[in-house]
């Protein structure tokens, strides 16, 4: 039996030191799998963030371990790790003007040797990705000139050119209109469903990840972790209480909507 893409043992994520410190995830045993979808749900402050930065090898856990394809995350070489989990941050800043094709193309830099430089192959693949972020007209643009929605999509464009089969996504939506949201989710479900890849990745509209989601990990912000698949994590009572308010889960149009009361 195949290892899981990415599985976590007994993980602890702290914040702070000492006395002054907060376990913000205790005791968290994860496994994610090709043809997951799995949406990272909580108020802010909870540890979302932190939480990815430490699945992506970013930071250190106060406790457990990470480990990649079966072997842990310190045991992988980082260009070998780059192959195999992509990480999109919450925060993007361009120190310096850049083509925006030259930009997408640095995801294919994990899968060159030392001495070659992109080619042919890699720059298809980057207009290609660009044309499915609704960018493909950008390529030459300078991206410091983008839009903050602009930039987030080119970052999922710099993605699908790595093409990891796990991706961790930290809020991927929070800049974008709710067309280009949709546009976006429908992309990242297609990756899922179709290529069996595997997307692990924050949002704040409860609506949104119930559309796209086969699972859920929802973080209480007191060190208690809720996993499982949607339908067992994203219930009236859990989210309710998480999120220190109470919602109500609607059904209309066919889709489920979270409201709050």
């Known amino acids: 039996m195949k290892a899981p893409l990415l599985q976590t043992e007994n993980l602890a994520v702290r914040v702070g030191v000492a006395e ?19 949406c990272l ?29 079966g072997k842990a995350l310190r045991d992988w070489k980082l260009g070998q790790l780059a192959c195999l989990r992509g ?14 094709l030259d930009v997408v193309l640095q995801g294919r830099h994990p899968h060159l040797s030392r001495w070659h430089w992109e080619g042919d192959a890699d720059e298809t693949l980057a207009r290609a990705a660009l044309q499915r972020v609704g960018l493909g007209a950008f390529a030459e643009r300078d991206v410091t000139t983008l839009s903050g929605g602009e930039r987030q999509r080119v970052a999922l464009a710099t993605l699908l050119t790595q093409d990891p089969p796990l991706a961790l996504l930290d809020e991927p939506l929070a800049h974008l209109d709710l067309a280009q949201q949709v546009r976006m989710l429908a992309l990242l479900a297609d990756e899922v469903q179709q290529r069996q890849r595997c997307v692990l990745m924050s949002v704040h509209e409860l609506s949104l990840a119930q559309r796209c989601a086969t699972h859920a990990l929802l973080l209480a912000g007191d ?36 409201l709050p009361s």
């Open 20 to 38: 002054a410190g907060r376990t913000l995830v205790r005791d968290l045993n994860l496994q994610l799998q090709p043809g997951q979808f799995w």
């Open 41 to 69: 749900l909580g108020p802010n402050g909870v540890g979302k963030t932190l939480l990815l930065h430490t699945l992506a090898g970013a930071r250190a856990p106060a406790a457990g371990r990470v480990l990649m394809a």
């Open 87 to 100: 990480f999109v941050p919450q925060q993007l800043h361009d120190a310096f003007s850049t083509p925006v």
């Open 223 to 258: 060190g208690r972790v809720l996993a499982g698949r949607v339908d067992e994590v994203m219930t009236e009572a859990a989210l309710s209480q998480a999120y220190g308010h109470a919602l109500h889960r609607h059904e209309d149009y066919g889709r489920v909507w979270w």
